[in-house]
T-cell receptor
């Protein structure tokens, strides 16, 4: 089974702190994604990466950055946490190099971040 | 910008009722389409997917969806819902061009009353 593992299930941070959310996948997937999930807004794409050291902005990149130094690991960074970044953060991965261009994404269990 | 619209935000049904959840997307090129489900307290799971071929796709737990290209729609259906179908349902689209971004709709919360 594909596994996408997020380093923390719950985090509480103070306003202004630098926050790192880590995600690791074990299926050699090229694509990795970071979303935030808020009630009534669904999943909104923050950043995604289609290869090591490659990244693209999603729909809501402001206040976030990412790092992908290794294929299996994709980190989301909140440079200076603010209360409006309190949310559930979801990591996902997918591959393009499978039969029939199967782009199904697999998700981690999520990190619920509270910024106080 | 590409968008995915789910028009029903909250749906309440009684057991055995039929379900149809709407999903429309705005991109005109080749797409892959998905429905994901999130049961209370659990992570997102794939319900079904469409890549090509037969536009009527069948997924797990008796769900199916029909891709209508002319309407840019991918509606989810189930003939008879169960209490255990209570969950949040998300439609998602990938553009099969250079971007490969996976974009989600805002979700539909389904409550099935026993």
């Amino acid at each position: 089974d594909v596994k996408v593992t997020q380093s923390s299930r719950y985090l509480v941070k103070r306003t202004g702190e630098k926050v790192f959310l880590e995600c690791v996948q074990d299926m050699d997937h090229e694509n990795m994604f970071w979303y935030r999930q808020d009630p009534g807004l669904g999943l909104r794409l923050i950043y995604f990466s289609y290869d090591v050291k490659m990244k693209e902005k999603g729909d809501i990149p402001e206040g976030y950055s990412v790092s992908r130094e290794k294929k299996e690991r994709f980190s989301l960074i909140l440079e200076s946490a603010s209360t409006n970044q309190t949310s559930m953060y979801l990591c996902a991965s997918s591959s393009l190099r499978t039969a029939f261009r199967n782009t199904e994404a697999f998700f981690g269990q999520g990190t619920r971040l509270t910024v106080v | 910008a590409q968008s995915v619209s789910q028009h029903n935000h909250h749906v309440i049904l009684s057991e055995a009722a039929s379900l149809e959840l709407g999903c429309n997307y705005s991109y005109g090129g080749t797409v892959n389409l998905f429905w994901y489900v999130q049961y209370p307290g659990q992570h997102l799971q794939l319900l079904l997917k469409y890549f090509s071929g037969d536009p009527l796709v069948k997924g797990i737990k008796g769900f199916e969806a029909e891709f209508i290209k002319s309407k840019f729609s991918f509606n989810l259906r189930k003939p008879s819902v169960q209490w255990s179908d209570t969950a949040e349902y998300f439609c998602a689209v990938i553009r099969m061009d250079s971007s490969y971004k996976l974009i989600f709709g805002s979700g539909t919360r389904l409550l099935v009353r026993p």
